[in-house]
């Protein structure tokens, strides 16, 4: 069964730094790529960033360009996310989700989320 | 910036069908944008229902299907019942390995 389990979220103030988890069971984690999706609260999905499989391409929103980065390690099935220079607007439930091996999509399954909130 | 639009709520009668879009603020959605289809209950994390287009997601019911409809990505949801009133949402691929979730449509049936 293929799990992904978020975690790192928690209250944070104004130009902080988090940095999110997301460990993954059930498939061969090398084999995917993987991609960051939040939501604001009472708001819509926004799509956040993704990293290959092998680690050897990286993409990622405007809206988090050069303070957000994501890492992996496959040898521990884990998928990070490090937010700096944290604002208001970063506010939301993380989505960890695995995309598809055979089609482009950022997600065919989706984690539970962690919530990240930034307030001072 | 590219906005992708959805209507922002929708209205169906139980065993109804309807046809939910996802457009381009400018341009045509084409197979191109590998169009997906998310489904999601306040509170809960969304759930997959249809990704390049058209292929369903695992365990999904054949009631829900995707489709390119003139310009517009779309998602017919056919013999609607009480359990798919909840928000669905596409997300178009912009290249570069970047997405662009459309804003979301609440659907409501009744």
């Known amino acids: 069964e293929v799990q992904l389990v978020e975690s790192g979220g928690g209250l944070v103030q104004p130009g902080g730094s988090l940095r999110l988890s997301c460990v993954a069971s059930?498939?061969?984690?090398?084999?995917?790529?993987m991609h960051w999706v939040r939501q604001a609260p009472g708001k819509g999905l926004v799509w956040v960033s993704c990293m290959k499989g092998d680690g050897s391409f990286t993409a990622f929103a405007d809206s988090v360009k050069g303070r957000f980065a994501i890492s992996r390690d496959n040898a521990k099935n884990t998928l990070y996310l490090q937010m700096n220079s944290l604002t208001a607007e970063d506010t939301g439930v993380y989505y960890c989700t695995r995309g598809p091996t055979t089609v482009a999509s950022p997600a065919d399954y989706w984690g539970q989320g962690t919530l990240v909130a930034v307030s001072s | 910036q590219t906005v992708v639009t959805q209507e922002p709520s929708f209205s169906v009668s139980p065993g109804g069908t309807v046809t939910l879009t996802c457009a381009l603020s400018?341009?045509?959605?084409?197979?191109?944008?590998?169009p997906s289809w998310y489904q999601q209950t306040p509170g809960q994390a969304p759930r997959t229902l249809i990704y390049?287009?058209?292929i369903r997601s695992s365990g999904v019911p054949d009631r829900f299907s995707g489709s390119i409809l003139g310009n517009k990505a779309a998602l017919t949801i056919t013999g609607a019942q009480a359990d798919d009133e909840c928000f669905y949402y596409c997300v178009l691929s912009m290249g570069s390995g970047t997405w662009v979730f459309g804003g979301g449509t609440q659907l409501t049936v009744l």
């Open positions: 400018s341009g045509s959605v084409s197979t191109s944008y590998y």
């Open positions: 059930g498939f061969t984690f090398s084999s995917h790529s």
């Open positions: 390049n287009t058209n």
